[in-house]
């Protein structure tokens, strides 16, 4: 079963940082490219940061930029995204999807279950 | 301001037809291929369309999705309890050079 893990969150103060973890199972982790999507509290969904499966191509939302870094360990089957500088409209669920790709048509699939980080003083 | 333009809400009787339209522009929508997303209450989204219209296996057959110019629409017929949920719609941007999605839109079923 195709299975993504998100851990790591958690209340961090304005200015912190944390490291999340996305766990992945059931498929080739190498030979796909990878995203983390978050959600605040009762909003829509955000695209936050994309990842190549080789880490040679990176892009980031300009709302993270110069703040967050994605990086990925793929003898460990892991995704990362260290946030820093946090801000209180930071706090979010975040998500890591796997990006599929079939010729120029790409989609997310499967998601993970999230992992809420809060960002208060 | 999400960059897809969804409607906020959207309700229907059980039985009903109803469909969701998410607009954007010659960037991402008028460029690339739309995939639709529904998020269940207190869950993680799940894919409900790619490829415009393209269904994932297990999806049923009463979901749709169609694309013309720089708007898509999600279609759900024979409507059920069930299908109450939030759904996205998403497509790669060439302006921003990354994903954008709509803001969502609520579906009630009375």
């Known amino acids: 079963e195709v299975q993504l893990v998100e851990s790591g969150g958690g209340l961090v103060q304005p200015g912190g940082s944390l490291r999340l973890s996305c766990a992945a199972s059931?498929?080739?982790?190498?030979?796909?490219?990878m995203n983390w999507v978050r959600q605040a509290p009762g909003k829509g969904l955000e695209w936050v940061s994309y990842?190549?499966?080789?880490?040679?191509?990176?892009y980031y939302a300009d709302s993270v930029k110069g703040r967050f870094t994605i990086s990925r360990d793929n003898a460990k089957n892991s995704l990362y995204l260290q946030l820093s500088s946090l801000r209180v409209e930071d706090t979010a669920v975040y998500y890591c999807?796997?990006?599929?790709?079939?010729?120029?048509?790409?989609?997310?699939?499967?998601w993970g279950q999230g992992t809420l980080v809060t960002v208060s003083s | 301001q999400s960059v897809l333009t969804q409607p906020p809400s959207a309700s229907a009787t059980p039985g009903q037809r109803v469909t969701i339209s998410c607009s954007g522009s010659s960037s991402n929508i008028g460029s690339h291929a739309v995939s639709w997303y529904q998020q269940l209450p207190g869950t993680a989204p799940k894919l409900l369309i790619y490829s415009n219209y393209q269904r994932p296996s297990g999806v049923p057959d009463r979901f749709s999705g169609s694309k013309s110019g720089t708007s898509a629409s999600l279609a759900i017929s024979g409507l059920q309890s069930e299908d109450e949920a939030d759904y996205y719609c998403?497509?790669?941007?060439?302006?921003?050079?990354?994903?954008?999605f709509g803001g969502g839109t609520k579906l009630t079923v009375l």
């Open positions: 998403a497509a790669w941007d060439d302006s921003l050079n990354g994903w954008v």
């Open positions: 059931g498929f080739i982790f190498s030979s796909y490219n």
């Open positions: 990842i190549s499966s080789s880490s040679t191509t990176i």
């Open positions: 999807a796997r990006l599929m790709r079939v010729g120029v048509m790409n989609w997310f699939d499967p």
